[in-house]
T-cell receptor, first 112, second 114 residues
Framework: GAGVSQSPRYKVAKRGQDVALRCDPI?????LFWYQQALGQGPEFLTY????????KSGLPSDRFFAERPEGSVSTLKIQRTQQEDSAVYLC??????????FGPGTRLTVL | GESVGLHLPTLSVQEGDNSIINCAYS??????FIWYKQESGKGPQFIID?????DKRQGQRVTVLLNKTVKHLSLQIAATQPGDSAVYFC?????????????FGQGTTLQVKP
């Protein structure tokens, strides 16, 4: 079946612009995660959903970051007033009732 | 060839040799561990996992070893192939189970020489 998909794959934003990153999880997967990966580093946890409920947002770096999953399927990560330090790859992962997380290809965000 | 994980981020091996990638994890309470492979421009790809009640698990050409006493995890790749070239990350899940938050290591780059 289809894996996790993310769009856009690449996004260039001017500093101060708002961006929205989309994640389509594997069909039927209850859990959805967002991670941020800086160049040369491992992914870092941002937030976690179980169905439509956001159960953990402890990794969101500031109140400029907001995530939602209103119908328990597709999720959007929104970054307001982007800053250069927001430049990174944003990864989405989903899992069923097991612990194994399957990742999408990521969205590479570049803030100029 | 063998890496010492965080202290030697690149491992270079000859095609056909066995590779060992090491990882020191951070939390003694972690109960689930995963190895991911990440190729350039792609997301992490699941390789193999192991739960804390096991000390060894085998897959196709890969074996994961867990030593909870010293909080050490290793990934062994048999007969390494050029397609194995990538960055390898270990990840740990800290309880409570079900929250799913994974903590990733820094990664080890595996280079396979033909």
């Amino acid at each position: 079946g289809a894996g996790v998909s993310q769009s856009p794959r690449y996004k260039v934003a001017k500093r101060g612009q708002d961006v929205a990153l989309r994640c389509d999880p594997i069909s039927g997967h209850v859990s959805l995660f967002w991670y941020q990966q800086a160049l040369g580093q491992g992914p870092e946890f941002l937030t976690y959903f179980q169905n439509e409920a956001q159960l953990d947002k402890s990794g969101l770096p500031s109140d400029r970051f907001f995530a939602e999953r209103p119908e328990g399927s597709v999720s959007t990560l929104k970054i307001q007033r982007t800053q250069q330090e927001d430049s990174a790859v944003y990864l989405c992962a989903s899992s069923s009732f097991t612990d194994t997380q399957y990742f999408g290809p990521g969205t590479r965000l570049t803030v100029l | 060839g063998e890496s010492v994980g965080l202290h030697l981020p690149t491992l270079s091996v000859q095609e056909g040799d066995n590779s060992i990638i090491n990882c020191a994890y951070s939390n003694s309470a972690s109960d689930y561990f995963i190895w991911y492979k990440q190729e350039s421009g792609k997301g992490p790809q699941f390789i193999i996992d192991i739960r804390s009640n096991m000390d060894k698990r085998q897959g196709q050409r890969v074996t994961v070893l867990l030593n909870k006493t010293v909080k050490h995890l290793s990934l062994q790749i048999a007969a390494t192939q050029p397609g194995d070239s990538a960055v390898y990350f270990c990840a740990e899940n800290i309880p409570p189970r079900g929250t799913g938050k994974l903590i990733f290591g820094q990664g080890t780059t595996l280079q396979v020489k033909p």
